[in-house]
Nanobody, 117 residues
Framework: QVQLVESGGGWAQAGGSLRLSCVAS????????MGWYRQAPGKQREWVTT???????DYADSVKGRFTISRDNAKNTVYLLMNNLKPEDTAVYYC???????????WGPGTQVTVSS
């Protein structure tokens, strides 16, 4: 089992910045990719960004150039630096990790990000 705990959410004004963290514990040796998803009120959960075990990154077009994902494998932590925030970034942000063993997929409980105009 892998346990995930997100932190760093909160409130920001448009144009501001926030940094999210997600700390993994448990069978962390099995973690492969790490990433972030978000779910806005009344909308489906959507993918935001992913980072591979080797550090390769990928971003949704809506956040490209504004958000940066990184990971510290020694601390079993993935970060999401969010710059130039927009009101449409308001959502609950979820950390997700894929593992090399069953059940292959874990989600954190989520952290709220609210951006006001």
């Amino acid at each position: 089992q892998v346990q995930l705990v997100e932190s760093g959410g909160g409130w920001a004004q448009a144009g501001g910045s926030l940094r999210l963290s997600c700390v993994a514990s448990g069978r962390t040796f099995s973690i492969n990719t790490m990433g972030w998803y978000r779910q806005a009120p009344g909308k489906q959960r959507e993918w935001v960004t992913t980072i591979s075990s080797g550090g390769s990154t990928d971003y949704a077009d809506s956040v490209k150039g504004r958000f940066t994902i990184s990971r510290d494998n020694a601390k079993n932590t993935v970060y999401l630096l969010m710059n130039n925030l927009k009101p449409e970034d308001t959502a609950v942000y979820y950390c997700r990790v894929r593992t090399l063993e069953y059940p292959y997929n874990y989600w954190g409980p989520g952290t709220q990000v609210t951006v006001s105009s």
